[in-house]
């Protein structure tokens, strides 16, 4: 039985990834890389380190820094992205989210954010969604980023549910990479050429039901089951 929702943040509550994107693009620039245009697919979902090694990775400069210089350009990323998020506002949910956060808070159903942004209750908080939430991950104190399953194995924990009792939303492909070892139920939003490993996908947040999320669940498990 389905008795939990585990969220990613970006991309699926809200397009907040479009800000990571604009600050990491702005940070390349001042390193002189070029991102190219498949970037920004491969940026979404990793954590903060890991995208940015792979920013330096575009132009032959990851082994060029320190750790400590490293550490300096993420947070010189993250001061320019936590600048371009204050001018969010409930208005910039994505469409579908209001009303399936209700149908799940109606169903009793528990949710937890697991997210690789270390900003998400900032964000949540600028959404008005913080209390709809019963856990947030927190990334500052996990050992790996996505697709490793850790971000979602603690969620699942945070939520107090079972492996096969949740249901998680991902919009990137290294995200639906961590459901799946984590051995949840994935629900992809976006292409279904990335989101192939998902077990149920949808083009978009507006088209997230969560009664045909539970039918899909149930006949996923029924499979795994049988």
Do not use: C
């Amino acid at each position: 039985m389905l008795k939990g929702l585990l969220f990613d943040l970006d991309g699926v509550l809200t397009d907040s990834a479009k800000y990571h994107l604009q600050a990491w693009n702005q940070l390349a620039a001042d390193l002189d890389i070029t991102l190219p245009p498949e970037a920004n697919q491969q940026l979404r979902g990793r954590s903060r380190l890991d995208s940015l090694n792979l920013v330096l990775s575009y132009g032959q400069q990851e082994n060029r820094y320190t750790n400590e210089q490293k550490a300096a350009f993420a947070k010189t990323k993250n001061q320019m992205y936590l600048h371009l998020i204050q001018a969010m506002t409930p208005a910039d949910i994505l469409p579908g989210i209001t009303a399936l956060l209700a149908a799940a808070k109606a169903a009793r159903l528990r949710m937890v954010i697991a997210s690789a942004s270390r900003n998400a209750p900032v964000i949540l908080n600028r959404l008005g969604l913080a209390q709809q939430f019963d856990g947030i991950v927190d990334p500052a104190t996990l050992h790996h980023g996505k697709p490793d399953p850790e971000i979602y194995e603690r969620a699942q924990t945070l939520a107090g549910l079972a492996t096969t009792e949740v249901a998680a939303f991902e919009d990137a492909a290294v995200g639906v990479a961590a459901i799946k070892a984590a051995g949840q139920f994935a629900v992809g939003i976006g292409d279904p050429a990335v989101l192939h490993q998902a077990d149920y996908i949808v083009p978009s947040t507006a088209d997230l039901k969560l009664e045909e999320i539970q039918r899909a669940y149930t006949a996923w498990l029924e499979r795994k089951e049988a």
